[in-house]
């Protein structure tokens, strides 16, 4: 009597967090200086007296950091900036995989697999990124202007805030992030449900049908893709921006922080800025991210091709 082989096991497709932190390095190292002015113009809230100088656009921005601070000002918090991205990037794409699969095998599930793995990943990487964008906001706000005494780097700022403000700080913003959760829920779903309908299409009709979709798409597709996603995604969210980097700000001397919550920010905006004060930094924001989307997921695409090759030849 023959016995049935024990299951296999899933194995851990370690291609994919690979991928997403070699892509992530390489968009962040490009987009980081509109990055940067994107999140200035965010708290240049235009009070008489700030702690930030004041810019009138992103060019504007741009010339003027790197004209009193160099290259150097253009890239403050790039390492945090880069272990971030490398966190975030890294953790979603496994995690995002593994989950699809997960909710594809359970019958009882309401929504569709990808929506709801798509919410499930986005809160869990808020929660394990916070603290590091937390870190990144405030060392890339750091002018002289402020009268605290600057970060002098990465750890300085864990530590400082750590033992200033408590560990519990390094989740202020954490609301408006998880708000923000539908904007990667919008980016991930979008990208790959355009993904297939671009494969339909590019197949229909056609003796390629049933080929692989890596052979079919190239670069061009997936740095299209990869924008259009993001569009559909950051103009509904952009408001929770301007909120969590304003939740982010560094208290004052007294340790007395400017708002108090969410909700204090959204009443203090628009009393006093209106409703083009949640949009502060949006044309940096888009500068930055659309182009940044064309570039990762042409990376991702091309590295998980070699890599999923490599596997095969293992």
């Not at 499930?120 to 590091?132: R, S, Y």
């Amino acid at each position: 009597m023959s016995t049935a082989p024990p299951p296999k096991r899933d194995k851990l497709q370690w291609e994919y967090p690979v991928a997403g932190l070699i892509s992530g390095f390489t968009t962040v190292t490009v987009k980081y200086p509109l990055d940067l002015v994107s999140t200035r113009l965010q708290v240049n809230d235009g009070r008489l007296f700030s702690q930030f100088p004041r810019y009138k656009n992103t060019a504007h921005a741009i010339f003027t950091i790197a004209r009193f601070d160099g290259l150097k000002g253009l890239y403050a918090g790039f390492l945090a900036g880069v272990l971030g991205t490398g966190i975030s990037s890294g953790l979603a794409l496994v995690y995002y995989a593994r989950s699809k699969q997960r909710y594809a095998k359970s019958k009882e599930e309401k929504f569709s697999p990808g929506l709801a793995s798509a919410v499930e990943t986005g809160a869990l990487v808020c929660l394990c990124a916070n603290p590091v964008w937390m870190v990144k906001t405030r060392l890339q706000l750091q002018t002289p202007l402020q009268p605290t005494r600057p970060y002098s780097g990465l750890y300085d700022a864990f530590r400082t805030i750590v033992r200033e403000e408590g560990f519990s700080a390094l989740f202020r913003g954490i609301v408006p992030g998880l708000f923000l959760v539908a904007q990667g829920v919008i980016h991930v779903t979008a990208y790959q449900e355009l993904r297939k309908t671009l494969v339909h299409f590019k197949t229909k009709g056609s003796n390629i049908q049933h080929q692989n979709p890596d052979k079919i798409l190239n670069s061009v597709d997936s740095a299209v893709l990869g924008a259009t996603s993001k569009v559909a995604a950051i103009l509904p969210n952009y408001p929770f921006h301007v909120i969590r980097t304003r939740l982010q700000l560094r208290p004052d001397s007294d340790g007395i922080s400017r708002y108090k919550n969410s909700w204090h920010v959204v009443k203090e905006t628009a009393r006093f800025e209106g409703v083009r004060g949640f949009y502060k930094g949006l044309t940096a924001n888009l500068l930055k991210n659309i182009p940044a989307a064309s570039v990762t997921f042409i990376v991702y695409e091309n590295v998980l091709k070699l890599l999923k090759h490599a596997r095969r030849n293992d």
